[in-house]
């Protein structure tokens, strides 16, 4: 029974679906001056249409809440990008019976797969210095996309990953 009970939690801890994310930025900057921003000229997410418009009204409501408004001249640029790849599961159960009599032994066993490959979606946002056109802050998002989602869900997806993206920032200087 504690057999089973284990694995029905390491089942839900593995099905959860919170976005990861990576943050890095230039340690010889100070955040404290960058009140306005807007998207980088070249903005291309590598993303569909309809789910790029998600992810810049995403970006937009996040860098409200973050105290940016959005400016023609601003303090920095907002770029992001995207790549999806596929997340090879190789986490397994393993299943076995055997018997033996004497010095004689014998079993068979088998895998069985947890989770079938993942579709993974990973966002990288850049905030460039506007006047020195220089990378000072970086988020890697990574998260899993369920391609079957509707509208409201993928909107929802992309909530999450800005918000994640953006608790990183500003850096806390050690």
Do not use: H
């Not at 055997?98 to 850049?126: A, M, Q, R």
Request: hydrophobic residues 35%; proline residues 4%; contains cysteine.
């Amino acid at each position: 029974m504690k057999l089973i009970k284990l694995v029905l939690v390491c089942l839900i801890l593995m099905s959860c679906n919170s976005p990861r994310a990576i943050y890095d930025y230039d340690q010889s900057i100070s955040f404290k001056g960058f009140n306005t921003y807007g998207l980088y000229p070249d903005f291309q997410s590598e993303l569909s249409a309809l789910d790029e418009t998600r992810l810049i009204e995403s970006l937009r409501e996040g860098m409200k809440n973050n105290g940016f408004s959005i400016s023609e001249q601003p303090d920095i640029y907002v770029n992001a990008y995207s790549r999806e790849y596929i997340d090879q599961n190789r986490s397994r159960v393993g299943i076995g019976i055997g018997g033996g009599s004497g010095n004689v032994g014998v079993g068979v066993s088998g895998g069985i797969p947890l989770e079938n490959n993942t579709k993974i979606l990973e966002i990288t946002i850049d905030f460039i210095n506007a006047q020195e056109d220089a990378l000072i802050w970086q988020a890697v998002v990574e998260s899993k996309i369920n391609l079957n989602a509707s509208p409201q869900e993928r909107r929802a997806m992309f909530e999450k990953i800005v918000e994640k993206a953006l608790k990183g920032y500003p850096p806390e200087k050690n």
